[in-house]
């Protein structure tokens, strides 16, 4: 069974930095390109990121870019994102995801982990 | 960015009823070199991650009730529930990957029992 389980969120000042984690189990990890896709409170979907299987292409939403840092390690099965400089707007629920064949649509989530920017 | 905007934005349905949610793209997710249309389909329910429903627009996911279907093609689509069931209330989303992996998501249609 495929097995997506984040952590790593919390309460954070403005300006301040957390990283999340995604341990990732029940599939080849090392075979799949992988998402981060946040959901603010009562809101919808946001892609934030995309890491391919290799590391070796890495995309960012303009929300985030050259704030948040996206890394994987295929030996650990897990998926990471390493957000700075955080802002009250990114306050949100953050899920990782799995890319079907790096097509773009995600076939598994995980449960997701609650990002609070506040003062 | 793709912009999908989705209707309504809320609905509610009666139990077997038939339930439609439509999605419209700001440009064509239609690839013509395979005849493909990159667009997906997502259900949400309260406290728990989206589950994919239908890619492809009209390929339905493995496990899923053949009482949900995907059509349309280019810039329309929509997600049929042919009989409401009371397991289907949820918040349902589309989602275009034509310009992946910067994919967008419609902003979701909220399902409700009359």
């Keep these: 069974e495929v097995q997506l389980v984040e952590s ?10 957390l990283r999340l984690s995604c341990a ?4 080849t990890f090392s075979s799949y390109s992988m998402n981060w896709v946040r959901q603010a409170p009562g809101k919808g979907l946001e892609w934030v990121s995309y890491i391919s299987s290799s590391s070796s292409t890495i995309y960012y939403s303009d929300s ?8 994987r390690d ?27 064949a790096a097509a773009g649509y995600f076939d598994n989530w995980g449960q997701g982990t609650l990002v609070t920017v506040s003062s | ?21 439509n999605c419209k793209s700001i440009q064509s997710v239609l690839y013509s070199s395979n005849n493909k249309n990159y667009l997906a389909w997502y259900q949400q329910k309260p406290g728990q991650p989206p589950k994919l429903l239908i890619y492809w627009a009209s390929t339905r996911e493995s496990g899923v009730p053949d009482r949900f279907s995907g059509s349309g093609s280019g810039t329309d689509f929509t997600l049929t529930i042919s009989s409401l069931q009371a397991e289907d209330v949820a918040v349902y989303f589309c ?3 034509f310009s992946t992996p910067r994919v967008t998501f419609g902003q979701g249609t909220k399902l409700e029992i009359k």
């Excluded at chain 1, 985030?64 to 890394?71: H, L, M």
């Design chain 2, 1 to 21: 960015d793709i912009v999908m905007t989705q209707s309504p934005d809320s609905l509610a349905v009666s139990l077997g009823e038939r339930a439609t949610i």
């Design chain 1, 24 to 27: 990732a189990s029940g599939f």
């Design chain 2, 95 to 97: 989602q275009q990957y």
């Design chain 1, 74 to 100: 295929n030996a650990k099965n897990s998926l990471y994102l390493q957000m700075n400089s955080l802002r009250v707007e990114d306050t949100a629920v953050y899920y990782c995801a799995r890319d079907v």
């Design chain 1, 8 to 17: 790593g969120g919390g309460l954070v000042q403005p300006g301040g930095s």
């Design chain 1, 64 to 71: 985030v870019k050259g704030r948040f840092s996206i890394s």
